[in-house]
């Protein structure tokens, strides 16, 4: 059985991937910053607690999976941002705290869990990113949360140039503009829709494929 292990469960995205690698027949390791209040909505995943953004939480996780073996990682785990976030009126506390979730974050993650993704025969991790922060959309609103997308996307190349010798398979995924919290009622697709686009990415995603940003329908964005 193969492992999988999701930052940023609870909902929305993260949420259905759990329930979707679940069904694929997956040991699925969700984390979430509560776990009491997570057992009701995920009795089918263990349960880790986790704040992506306290080096002492993601160091407790590094110790946890010591000695497992994660087949595939999903940096899930994201926000959007400040209420004010326009080049003219921006919340910069806001800003900075948007680059500690969305960029910094899941780097900290991969590299405390690189030892369990290496003792993996086939390896692979990705991290969500948005359209939204591809450099070659021009559009200016929520500046903190495309910059921050920006960031990771680059984050996720370079891993795909330092991972490839030992055999990790990287990918950057735009899951598209999803019916949740975070994408609102009047979004383009289902969050099913979604989570099973990512899941039948990352099947296909190999080393020869490797370090590429990929839409939830297969399809190759730009960086």
């Known amino acids: 059985m193969q492992t999988i292990l999701i930052t940023g469960a609870s909902?929305?995205?993260?949420?259905?991937?759990?329930?979707t690698y679940t069904a694929a027949g997956f040991r699925v390791i969700a984390t979430v910053r509560d776990v009491p209040m997570a057992k009701d909505i995920l009795p089918f995943a263990e349960l880790i607690e986790l704040e992506v953004t306290e080096p002492?939480?993601?160091?407790?996780l590094q110790a946890q999976m010591q000695g497992e073996t994660i087949d595939v990682l999903i940096n899930n785990a994201g926000i959007i941002g400040p209420d004010l976030q326009s080049t003219t009126d921006m919340d910069?506390?806001?800003?900075?705290?948007?680059?500690?979730?969305?960029?910094?974050?899941?780097?900290r993650i991969v590299q405390a869990l690189l030892p369990a993704l290496k003792r993996a025969k086939q390896p692979k991790?990705?991290?969500?990113?948005?359209?939204?922060?591809?450099?070659?959309?021009?559009?200016?609103?929520?500046?903190?949360?495309?910059?921050?997308?920006?960031?990771?996307?680059?984050v996720i190349q370079c891993l795909s140039t330092d991972l490839k010798s030992a055999g990790i398979?990287?990918?950057?995924?735009?899951?598209?503009?999803?019916?949740?919290?975070?994408g609102g009622a009047g979004a383009d697709i289902a969050v099913t829709e979604s989570a099973m686009g990512i899941k039948a990415v990352m099947d296909k995603l190999t080393l020869a494929t490797t370090g590429r940003f990929w839409?939830?329908?297969?399809?190759?964005?730009?960086w």
Do not use: C
């Open 169 to 182: 398979a990287v990918a950057s995924l735009h899951p598209g503009w999803v019916r949740t919290n975070m």
């Open 215 to 222: 839409n939830y329908d297969g399809s190759e964005l730009g």
């Open 56 to 60: 002492a939480s993601v160091a407790k």
């Open 92 to 107: 910069f506390d806001g800003f900075l705290k948007t680059l500690e979730v969305n960029t910094v974050a899941p780097l």
């Open 125 to 154: 991790l990705a991290t969500v990113s948005s359209k939204m922060g591809s450099l070659s959309y021009a559009a200016s609103d929520q500046v903190a949360y495309r910059a921050s997308k920006s960031a990771a996307n680059k």
């Open 11 to 19: 909902r929305g995205i993260g949420l259905e991937l759990s329930r």
